[in-house]
């Protein structure tokens, strides 16, 4: 889990704006309700003791509600904390956001025993409320984007020794933060004048929030750093420490200090047990749940794929699962009987599939038959896999399950990959799945899964499978 950052002025706005679009969509709605009042198409409770002010207590509720309720809802997903050269919040955590509050708001009208609010008024208020917090987004983005885009007046300078600052300042560049004629190195011997006179910062539509020093701290002395930072920070640069050229993606780290020296700390994805308890218990009600409801589609399928072709229903194939297990894991049979026979025996489909990160090419693999092709463009060939995850060899949400060939290509991964149980989906499968070209993208896709596993990320890609398996995105 990465360490939050701090949230800049830039976002403070975004979060006070967003409060003021719920007030104003509040107060919009009210005056939609009042026109459609003159049209006897709405009806204002009666004035009782209890108003506020001359407005009915529900609807004075009801605003102080949304507007607790976004401040929940925006911390909770995150939606403005900053992201590294980008503006607050994508707007797939905005639209996330705007849809947990107002279903969080429709629950509290709900428990909060609001009766008299109108079902009418309060989805004109999550819409015009939704639209308003969306152009404020849409405002935020053109401007973050004017004057060639938000790495126009962005500066930045590398401090640290030969090669590793070289190659930081192409990963900055590589990054699409800083234009190449925005970002400085410096070496050791600059020390001395980094702390008496600030580096060049690339012309004045640089200021202080766009300046950024890496200081690469690898191989050099503990007060030449503290005396370069403290220069840096005088002349109002944001200061970053950066340790070694780390892949810090594959794990979650943290930062501390212990006696005043700073430690990051470094930790493999895992889940608490209670964590890990739940998500099994989430395993068995949802494979349970699913095989029930689904059975009759299940007979017809596989009713269909023995008149089709000759053969059974159902294939096995050996994949490794967690500590290096290995299962059987059951698919809806999309090929013909003697499919991995003919792989064995053909060396140009071999090649063609060990090429293809251990799948044939689509349009090359003339083992599936026809009913197979709908099968596996609709995913439902992977269906049987419910058992898999009632028995407790698979999860609903993991990593791909591997043939034993495939381990030896996540490297020094392996272990990782292996420290966890396979899943029906994943995070490769609703990125790209199939049309992942590289199988290290695959690898890193797998890691990023496993160091931020949590019963709320696992929720969030079964979401995003199902619009991926409707959309047919990646399969075949």
């Given amino acids: 889990m990465k360490k939050a950052l701090h949230p800049s002025p830039a976002h403070t706005a975004s979060s006070v704006l967003d409060h003021a679009c719920v007030a104003a969509g509040f107060a919009a709605a009210c005056a939609v309700a009042s026109v459609l009042g003159r049209l006897g198409l709405f009806v204002w409770p009666g004035r009782a003791a209890s108003d506020v002010a001359g407005w009915p207590r529900p609807y004075v509720a009801l605003l102080a509600t949304g507007v607790v309720l976004w401040t929940a809802a925006s911390t909770y997903t995150g939606v403005y904390q900053p992201t590294e050269g980008g503006p607050p919040g994508s707007f797939a955590r905005l639209w996330r956001t705007m849809a947990l509050w107002a279903a969080a708001t429709t629950a509290a009208i709900f428990f909060l025993k609001l009766q008299l609010v109108s079902r009418q008024f309060s989805l004109t208020f999550f819409t015009i409320s939704a639209i308003l917090i969306t152009l404020r987004g849409l405002a935020e983005a053109a401007v973050a984007n004017r004057s060639d885009g938000p790495a126009a007046h962005r500066r930045a300078v590398v401090v640290g020794s030969c090669p590793e600052r070289h190659a930081l300042a192409e990963i900055l560049v590589r990054s699409g933060r800083f234009r190449p004629d925005g970002v400085g190195e410096l070496g050791p011997e600059d020390f001395g004048t980094i ?65 005043g020296a700073p430690m990051i700390r470094l930790e493999a994805g895992r889940l608490a047990p209670a964590e890990a308890a739940l998500k099994r218990a989430l395993d068995v009600a949802g494979a349970a749940v699913g095989m029930v409801a ?183």
């Fill in 195 to 259: 702390a008496c006179d600030p580096p060049p910062d690339g012309g004045a539509g640089a200021t202080a929030a766009r300046r950024d020093a890496f200081v690469l701290t690898a191989g050099l002395e503990g007060r030449a750093i503290e005396k370069a930072v403290l220069g840096l920070l005088r002349h109002r640069w944001r200061v970053h420490l950066v340790p070694a050229l780390v892949d810090a993606r594959l794990f979650r780290y943290s930062l501390g200090e212990f006696c």
């Fill in 294 to 476: 689904l059975f009759p589609v299940l007979v017809i399928i596989a009713a269909a794929i023995k008149i089709s072709s000759p053969g059974p229903a159902l294939f096995r194939q050996p994949r490794v699962g967690r500590d290096g297990v290995e299962f059987r894991m059951y698919k809806f049979r999309s090929m013909r009987t003697d499919a991995e026979q003919i792989l064995a025996r053909t060396p140009e489909l071999r090649a063609a599939y060990l090429a293809n990160n251990f799948k044939v090419p689509k349009d090359a693999d003339f083992r599936v038959t026809r009913f197979g092709r709908l099968l596996r463009a609709t995913s439902l060939d992977e269906l049987p896999q419910l058992w898999n995850v009632l028995r407790g060899e698979m999860s609903l949400v993991g990593p791909r399950p591997v043939v034993a060939d495939e381990v030896a290509r996540y490297g020094d991964f392996a272990a990782l990959l292996l420290s966890v149980k396979p899943g029906m989906t994943g995070h490769w499968q609703t990125s790209g799945r199939s049309q992942v070209a590289e199988y290290s993208g695959r690898v890193l896709l797998d890691m990023e899964y496993i160091r931020d596993q949590s019963l709320r990320s696992d929720v969030e890609i079964l979401i995003r499978t199902v619009g991926k398996v409707a959309r047919r995105e990646g399969s075949y």
